[in-house]
């Protein structure tokens, strides 16, 4: 008779000392990919967008903020809403989730987040386009609204889960992801406001840029000391390639605002540059986050260091 394997479980009544079973991962995966990723990085830029053009609207005499900000509202939720639905297969399941509202469920007040966001930022958009100008104005208090939830709620809803990079971290992935996507709206806003030749307003914008990129360039250091505290142990290239992204949607533009606001001569470029980083770098960091997330999950010995006692995970490798 063939001899029954011994299966290499941790002692129950010892300290985990790095075993795992056969090397299968204790937790699954998410099934979320750079459809989602995408969803985060748009939904939230165009969110915060909002929110920085209603607290700037005393500057905005001619309402131009107002209605670029309306415009990238429409876009980004219907384009969040075509990813989300591919995503989830059939645009059944995401009727569905309006049909109920649990305020314990990141993902169903995401849904009405979402919903809520869409359809104020496109009542304004066709109050602008019919010149109502008064109901463009009174839907920008209820698309900012929304658009604060959606520049933080996706952090809520990875945290939640039990992926192990996300759930180490989940006070400063709210901070992360808030101070990336008023990052992106402002720089987003700076573009259109340099296009239509407004200076001193993109200038202003610039510098709420810079001060947002350079919270979440703190608070991605902040992440990666937290989940390397918890247990989450990368590889070299992975860590490499999250670091690369934290560059491009947060180091990079901060170098560049403030070349700009060194060299004024330059200011224009140096102004154009940082802000196109900075938009595309936070779609890049958002599909990154996620990417690291789900291989996390595949380290076995990722969950396990997550769920020790403290010493535990001082004493493990």
Do not use: C
């Amino acid at each position: 008779m063939n001899a029954v394997p011994s299966t290499p479980v941790a002692n129950p009544t010892g300290p985990w000392r790095g075993e795992t079973y056969y090397g299968v991962p204790p937790v699954r995966r998410s099934h979320w990919n750079w459809k989602v990723g995408t969803y985060i990085g748009l939904g939230g830029m165009a969110g915060a967008a909002q929110v920085v053009a209603l607290l700037a609207r005393g500057r905005d005499r001619h309402g131009a903020l107002r209605r670029q900000a309306h415009w990238l509202g429409s876009v980004a939720s219907g384009i969040g809403a075509v990813l989300l639905v591919v995503d989830l297969k059939t645009p059944h399941r995401f009727a569905n989730m309006l049909r109920i509202v649990r305020p314990t469920s990141p993902m169903s007040l995401g849904t009405w987040i979402l919903s809520g966001f869409g359809l104020a930022s496109a009542v304004g958009t066709v109050a602008e386009l019919l010149g109502a100008r008064r109901l463009g104005r009174a839907a920008q208090v209820p698309a900012a609204i929304g658009g604060a939830g959606m520049s933080v709620y996706t952090a809520a809803l990875l945290s939640a889960t039990s992926t192990p990079l996300w759930a180490a971290e989940p006070r400063v992935m709210g901070a992360r992801f808030g101070s990336a996507a008023f990052a992106a709206g402002a720089a987003a806003l700076s573009l259109g406001a340099r296009r239509r030749g407004e200076d001193a307003t993109a200038d202003r914008l610039d510098e709420v840029a810079l001060l947002a990129a350079g919270v979440g360039l703190v608070a991605s250091g902040l992440a990666e000391g937290r989940a390397v505290a918890a247990g989450v142990r990368r590889p070299a290239l992975e860590w490499a390639t999250s670091l690369g992204a934290v560059g491009l949607a947060e180091a990079l533009p901060v170098a560049g605002y403030a070349a700009a606001a060194l060299a004024p001569g330059a200011r224009r470029e140096l102004s154009l540059a940082a802000s196109l980083t900075l938009v595309l770098g936070n779609i890049v960091m958002r599909n990154e986050i996620v990417r690291a997330g789900n291989a996390s999950a595949d380290r076995p010995r990722d969950t396990f260091r997550l769920t020790q006692p403290r010493e535990g995970r001082r004493r493990t490798r």
